[in-house]
């Protein structure tokens, strides 16, 4: 079991939990009101699918870059606040413009979004890297911070639709720009005295990982080296390649499932529980996850994750029976939650800590590129051949991202390190 890293400052396992839960708050705001505010605008077709595709696109560019830049210059809760901050200023000014009865053109409203996308990314990706480094200390596994965001998406996804009139110009970007006035707040209280990770995390473990055998060349010269080793690493490609191909077929759920759920007769006063019976299945997995790490190795638990989740969007497209719908539900465990949680602990095993945030960079803008492919994606699809069409190659996109998963387990030796964080203790 390896010793606790010497830092400065222990990270504080509920401020981590505080500021997970804010940032979601932001989330569950702005993924249900968007779409219907822009629409209210008079934003629609094309002009409404530039301006969504910005929070999947910025998520190609914002965490490389953020993660570079985190391990460069060894800090990490203090770009977290920067993020928060720039996030937080384009939704004010349209709070403010729509106040005073200036409303924003095309332009202005694709100005303002493509801000908040950009600073909205390393928000989550930099939370991501601060939970990872402070379960290893705190003893607390990761999912048991994380499923705080889940909680505060599925109640404030259900709450914001009844209190946040879209039609009211002002409204919706008053309310996020307060949700992430909050996050910014509840940022301060992540301690972030004594940042410098690449100094100090190099020194505590020199060029050896936790079991004292010498970590692979990624581990070894300047951070540009590290990570350019990382990315020549076989496993590593592999493991992008697959989250690509996952997200992508992820992203089919979070684009037509309420479609679908309409278009075969679903009851429309259940379609808010079925999502929410989905989410709650994700913070039962979160909950639970450090037994499963303990169990299994993350590259084994990826596989298992994509293969339930091309079970699930294989049902999705065959099933019609509303009650049965409703029972798939809780597979958003498997074909999110366990891929999730997977993909950090084996983000965490496979990189040196001097280049975890870029690690972790890359492989949010390798899901954000799957993403942003779906998104391009299955709306055509489902036009042409509704919810069997889509899911259906869906699954077949996941059961591709099995195949390379399995390809990539077994050449892949477990760390120690990882295990420690994501099957910690969940005291």
Request: aromatic share 12%; net charge positive; glycine share 8%.
């Amino acid at each position: 079991m390896p010793s606790p890293l010497p830092l400065q400052h222990k990270s504080s396992p509920r401020a981590i939990s505080l500021y997970y839960f804010g940032i979601f708050v932001v989330l569950g705001v702005y993924l249900p009101l968007f779409p219907s505010w822009l629409e209210a605008r008079d934003v629609r077709g094309l002009a409404m699918g530039a301006i969504a595709a910005t929070l999947p696109a910025m998520g190609l560019v914002a965490p490389p870059a953020f993660g570079l830049l985190a391990d460069a210059l060894g800090v990490r809760v203090w770009l977290i606040r920067a993020a928060c901050a720039g996030a937080f200023l384009p939704f004010a000014l349209l709070a403010l413009s729509f106040a005073l009865g200036v409303p924003l053109g095309f332009a202005g409203l694709f100005a303002a979004a493509l801000a908040f996308a950009f600073f909205r990314a390393p928000m989550f990706m930099m939370a991501d890297v601060v939970a990872i480094e402070a379960s290893l200390r705190s003893g607390i596994a990761y999912g048991r911070l994380r499923l705080w965001g889940s909680v505060s998406f599925a109640a404030v996804a259900v709450v914001a639709g009844a209190f946040v009139d879209p039609a009211r110009p002002a409204a919706f970007p008053a309310t996020v720009a307060s949700a992430l006035l909050v996050a910014f707040a509840l940022s301060w209280a992540l301690p972030a005295h004594g940042e410098a990770p690449f100094r100090r995390l190099g020194q505590a473990r020199g060029e050896h990982d936790v079991a004292g055998a010498p970590r692979s060349a990624a581990a070894g010269g300047s951070l540009k080296q590290r990570a350019l080793a990382l990315l020549q690493s076989r496993d590593f490609r592999l493991f992008l390649a697959a989250s690509f191909l996952a997200q992508s077929a992820n992203s089919s759920y979070d684009l037509c499932y309420t479609l679908h759920l309409r278009d075969v007769g679903f009851p429309e006063s259940l379609v808010g529980v079925a999502w929410a019976v989905g989410v709650s299945g994700e913070i039962a997995l979160m909950a639970f996850s450090g037994p499963l790490l303990k169990r299994f190795t993350p590259p084994t638990l990826l596989a298992f994750a994509f293969a339930g989740a091309s079970l699930r969007w294989a049902l999705l497209s065959t099933v019609r029976w509303w009650p049965a719908l409703l029972a798939i539900q809780p597979l958003h465990a498997v074909s999110f939650a366990m891929m999730w949680v997977a993909s950090l602990a084996y983000t965490k095993d496979r990189a040196p800590p001097q280049i975890l945030a870029t690690a972790q960079g890359l492989f949010s803008a390798s899901a954000g590129a799957g993403s942003v492919i779906g998104m391009l994606t299955w709306g055509e699809l489902y036009k042409r051949g509704g919810g069997a069409l889509t899911f259906g190659i869906a699954s077949i996109t996941a059961l591709l991202a099995f195949v390379l998963a399995v390809t990539f387990a077994r050449s892949t030796r477990r760390s120690l390190s990882g295990g420690a964080v994501f099957s910690a203790s969940s005291q």
